[in-house]
């Protein structure tokens, strides 16, 4: 697989005059083609629904895109339901899926009209107390712990993650939550992360259809929904194809034949919740190259460093980097690609060879539409940078400015110095 640029060299060049680098771009025509191919794929279910993780690309104006392909909002703090309601995505368009919540965040779903999906047991009173009584449909997380397996190996071992209920704990919840007055229930699970595979949506639905299905015989619940969560990933190395969610949906629909239409379960909505699929390979972050140094080893510094994209800081995670204008010259130079932070890992790439890069280059750093921005925070005083969408007509657009030191030194206002240093 050869990873190309969605933006030219030329047009970056005219984005620069208007808005100096570092920035994150996206790509309006990508993110529509991919939702609406996401949307095909599970046709056959008339109840499907993706509910998009807001955490990985938190912009009202992507999100609205989505929206116009019937995406929802899957939210996991109150800011994030905050942002949803803002852009009118209430009621059944809020999934709620978050971990050791503060009692207030559930209710202020709760007065949203969301879905909340209990990450623990514990939590049912939790809900109970903070809302008065529970709603009338309600969502558990599902662990079955252990080593989760496809046919190449191991993907994962959930029962390392600090989410969702052991197999006995959610048929307690079940039996409680019904009790309390809950007529609803859905079913949630995220046991992978960032899978290239094929397999692995069918194999969870499997695990979960086959769940579903026994709950309902033992507890005579009515169960609405089947969330199978994230975890459908994108190819980040040239060198990975990338998954087919035509494939993929498929293999969700027959295992849904094989399990629940058997159990007359024919009328379960399937739900997913992908983040880093629907946005991650239609977002880059552009970048120049500003100072180079020769030591024990070959250095570029650019204008972005961590703050900008923590992934290969905190994960050691590979993005793909393209030299705008130099795609078709040999990579023969092997370089580190370091930001400006004081800290050692603050490296976008580490002895990658790429083409001879000269001051002014133009670094397009792949795959940063999901969990880029998004994870930015402002360490060494550095400031957030701009998100520009580049529109089907070809236009740029700026949805979101970049940081000033004003929005930095924002939260001082308890000190006498506050009105001097924001004039600055």
Not at 171 to 192: D, P
Not at 221 to 236: C, M, T
């Amino acid at each position: 697989m050869n990873k190309k640029p969605f933006v030219t060299k030329e047009k970056i060049q005219e984005i620069m005059k208007e808005y100096p680098t570092p920035f994150h771009i996206y790509d309006e025509k990508g993110i529509r083609q991919n939702a609406d191919n996401l949307r095909k794929a599970f046709s056959w279910n008339k109840g499907f629904k993706e509910y998009f993780a807001v955490k990985a690309t938190p912009n009202p104006f992507l999100i609205n895109i989505l929206r116009e392909y019937g995406c929802g909002c899957d939210c996991s703090s109150k800011t994030e339901l905050m942002m949803a309601k803002t852009i009118g995505a209430v009621g059944d368009e809020i999934m709620f899926s978050s971990n050791d919540t503060p009692a207030d965040e559930f209710k202020y779903c709760n007065d949203l009209g969301g879905i909340i999906n209990l990450d623990d047991i514990t939590h049912i009173d939790v809900v109970e107390k903070a809302c008065g009584k529970l709603p009338k449909k309600m969502s558990c997380r599902y662990n079955p712990g252990g080593i989760f397996k496809i046919s190449n190996g191991i993907m994962d071992n959930p029962g390392d993650a600090k989410y969702g209920m052991t197999t006995e704990q959610i048929f307690e919840a079940f039996k409680i939550m019904k009790e309390k007055g809950v007529e609803e229930f859905g079913i949630h699970s995220f046991l992978c992360s960032n899978t290239v595979t094929n397999e692995y949506y069918p194999m969870l639905a499997k695990v979960l259809f086959e769940l579903a299905v026994e709950l309902k015989n033992k507890l005579d619940v009515n169960i609405k929904f089947i969330n199978l969560s994230g975890g459908v990933g994108i190819p980040y190395t040239p060198d990975q194809e990338p998954n087919d969610i035509f494939v993929i949906g498929e293999g969700v629909h027959k295992v849904y034949d094989e399990v629940l239409v058997p159990a007359g379960m024919d009328d379960v909505a399937i739900y997913t919740e992908l983040g880093r699929f629907m946005m991650g390979p239609y977002g880059a972050l552009i970048t120049e190259a500003i100072n180079e140094k020769h030591t024990h080893k070959e250095y570029v510094g650019v204008d972005a460093c961590a703050v900008n994209l923590m992934r290969p800081a905190i994960y050691g995670a590979y993005h793909h980097i393209t030299v705008l204008g130099k795609e078709n010259e040999p990579c023969e130079y092997k370089y580190d690609v370091t930001g400006s932070l004081c800290e050692n890992c603050d490296k976008f790439a580490v002895d990658r060879m790429l083409p001879k890069i000269e001051m002014g280059d133009i670094l397009y750093i792949h795959d940063a539409g999901a969990h880029g921005y998004s994870m930015g925070y402002n360490y060494n005083g550095k400031l957030k940078s701009a998100e520009i969408l580049l529109c089907e007509d070809g236009s740029a657009k700026l949805i979101r400015r970049a940081e000033t030191p004003k929005d930095y030194f924002a939260t001082f206002d308890c000190f006498d110095f506050y009105d001097e240093l924001i004039k600055e």
